[in-house]
Nanobody
């Protein structure tokens, strides 16, 4: 059974931090890489961070240096530590499989997946 459960979102002031968690079923977590995606109102869902089973990570330019992705393979869980949050980070955040290494497009990779969890809302106030 395919299952993705995201949590940890909330309302935070600009400059603050949040840590998101996502637990996935084996069918998804066994993928070579997992990723965090986000979708702001009126915008396309975009990939922002990826992590392979071996710990290699990659980040979109918009979050590089502020966000850190990590995963616990024993728990089928992937995390996203978000620091120095900005109002433009406001979005619903989702996890799913991801490309190994840099994606050909950070903004169109999400279209490859049909199943998504409920996501977790992150709101950053100015």
């Amino acid at each position: 059974q395919v299952r993705l459960v995201e949590s940890g979102g909330g309302l935070v002031q600009a400059g603050g931090s949040l840590r998101l968690s996502c637990t996935a079923s084996d069918s998804i977590f066994s993928s070579e890489a997992m990723g965090w995606y986000r979708q702001a109102p009126g915008k396309q869902r975009e990939l922002v961070a990826t992590a392979t089973r071996g710990g290699m990570t990659a980040y979109a330019d918009s979050v590089k240096g502020r966000f850190t992705i990590s995963r616990d393979n024993a728990k089928n869980t992937v995390y996203l530590q978000m620091n120095s949050l900005k109002p433009e980070d406001t979005a619903v955040y989702y996890c799913n499989g991801a490309p190994r290494g840099l994606p050909p497009s950070w903004t169109s990779w999400a279209a490859l997946y049909d199943y998504w969890g409920q996501g977790t809302q992150v709101t950053v106030s100015s």
